[in-house]
């Protein structure tokens, strides 16, 4: 069972499954704070609405645009690799990157205009905020902190895969990796198109 | 030893793809000016999982994929449901 | 290169050698043995702990050391114990250095990831022995973490959690890497229920390791955040509840015991049929059973939960699934003994293990139903009857299994065989030692015993008493039976390559296996019980 082939590049099955396995993983973990939330929004659900209406939906709308926009060009990146256009298909992947770009700009500014008013966890203004805005920030914080986390790993690994486009190591006849990168680009839209009306869609 | 299954989607499905997700997504936003109360939610949350089961069907390629992949993502989430579920036995009743 | 001398054939220890050798190796044979080291030494320190306290509960008050030290030693004693030692534990050794051989392949889906598993199990474990000694104290919380104690503590809390953390990490990657070995990589003809038991109890083990895991390790994450960012989730005077910690933590670590007991089932499961020459009784309904408890297990996290505050109806349902999960289990035991039924019954050191098993994990089972209903639950809930419950499951049942499989496995591991007078003997001192030291725990338990209780009302003293001799006398079968397996690595009669007469892959080929496992790949045209010669050999 060892071939030269097997040795250089896994089989694209196998690879592919795991990394479908490890999407899984991400899901459940990003499911316990969904869990926190689906609790927490039950037993305060006009503390939610009322809190919401400090958050932007126009930049969590932007932002949803934004995601949407690149995991199109992502998986188009993926036709074009398959169709052997590796131009294009570095510029695709490029394109995604700028736009996880302008994602964590916008959430820059956001955080940092509630941060600016004080309305962060543990702060004196959080304090004397009733019980369940102080749930609704505390989700919010931590559910968008560890998606951007998820964001600016994402951005590596299709960094990554762009110069492994440009040195050939990955064409259109071994692509693995690039799948890979682009199903953990999905991930992190997915989870998003969860986030944006729970959070912003609320009011 | 197979090394790539053979289908490639066009750039013309991915267009469409987002076209779709881009109205859906309108459509959560007008929604909320509907006023619907605690409905609100419930349309959110469908609409959402409409959004994210085209992602997965499209944009991931679940639906040129095996049938076993596809089970192994519809169990994924019937649990995830099923644990809240559960969990609301405890929050629905207190 | 190899410095062997021409006589012995080359195999997985001597082709190469060297500590980097084994270090950087990628070889799921020497990946497990690395987790086999790692994890009996832990076990060793992590045992010893236990000692100090059975020896500290030897009188009420103060014996050996003040109540702060005792808390902090089973807040540790639980952590190795269920994260670094019984949780990876079957799965890590037997099942990295015999699934793949088990299935006909050279090695699992992603070795590289395999060895990088090892690295954060380590990192994992060496963070938690650091959470003892760096500066402010060792967590004194136990294993469970519960707020609001864990948030507010002043002890080393973020330092355990991030440890566990990153186990966590350790134990999904090895989960994942099975699931893919076992989709993947089986041999030419071996279809799914023509694969043997014990690679059925990893598969079953490592979904619960995939999909459990992380909802501890967000939950993990989110006390940290309690602790340093005051979030806010679990503290009811910032608006949070205090039992959705409860919720969170055991959605996880209910599961998590499924992932101790199912290798452990799978591993006995392989040692009947072989010791009976037989096969096994029902392989379908063990198939199912094992898949059925590791589903089910999802459902029933809330008996841990039943004194915490929980609705009615919750708690109603969770007793119910409770019972049901139980089902499965017996099923497994009834194949088990019919399995034996009618064989030809050889009792080695193995068989011996495991039918020990099958009599410990019943006590630990019918007790949990005790725990497990409603009305008896208020009585016996967090005293040490508890105790004893769980330790006859987990160390009973995963432990007796992994000691049944180091006895099966070993020929197979090293080329040699043990002395099996000196296993029996270590066996009885074993096997005495732990029904007098945990069946007492039952008794004083009803009669009201807390646990984690440093200090006790004097009319508990005599079953302490005799707890702690018991713990006394398991120790040195344990002494017995470790040395017994070290001294003879090298040292022992030279084993041939199917001492038991098994019918499963792994026996097809050399003790110690070749490098590649196989010289050529195994083509399978029949299932993976079948005996030709079941009473002659």
Redesign the interface.
Known sequence: ??TT??SD?M????GK??M???L?????????????Y???????AGDFHHAALELN?FIG?TN??VL??S??TV??S??AI??NQKSLAMGLIFITLILAGVFMVNKYFEWGHKIGLHLY??SDVMKTL???E??FF??Y??MTGLHALHVIIGGILLTIVMLRINSGKINS????LQENGA?YW?LV??IW??L???LY??? | MKNHDDHISSYQLNWTVLLVLLMLTTISILAIKMHLGAYTVALALILASVKVTIVLTYFMHLKFENLLLRLMVGGVFLLFAIVIAITFTDYYFR | MNNTSTTVPLNYLNHKTGLWSWLSSTDHKRIGLLYLYSITTFFCVAAILGLLMRIEKFAPGPTIMTAQTYNAMFTIHGIIMIFIVVIPGLAAVFGNIFLPIMIGAKDVAFPKLNLFSWYVYITGALLGLYSQFANGHSPDTGWTFYVPYSAEASSNVVIALTAAFILGFASILTGLNFIVTIHKMRAPGMTWFRMPLFPWSLYATAWIQLLATPIVGITLLMVIAERTLQIGFFNPSLGGDPVLYQHLFWIYSHPAVYVMILPAMGVVTEIFPTFSQKPVFGYVPIVFSSLAIALVGYFVWGHHMFTSGMSYESRWFFSFLTFIVAIPSAIKVFNWLSTMYGGSVDLKPPLLYAISFIFLFTIGGFTGLTLGSLATNIQVHNTDFVVAHFHYIIFGGMGFGFFAGIHYWYPKIYGRMYNFKWANIAWAFVFTGFNVLYFPLFIIGIQGMPRRYFDYDPKFQTGQMISSVGAVILIIGLIGMISNLVYHVKRGAIAPANPWHGVTLEWQIPSPPPHENFDEVPVVTRGPYVFDNPVTK
């Open positions: 069972m060892s082939e097997h590049h089989d694209s099955d196998t499954l795991g479908w396995l490890f899984f993983t991400e899901l459940f973990l990003f499911g316990g704070l969904f869990i926190v689906a609790v927490m929004r039950s037993k305060y939906a709308a949803t645009v949407l926009v995991s199109m998986a188009m993926l036709t398959q169709r966890p543990g009733p019980h369940g102080i749930m505390g989700l914080y931590m006849q071994h692509y693995l199903l999905h839209d997915l198109i969860f944006f009306p729970l869609l609320i009011t």
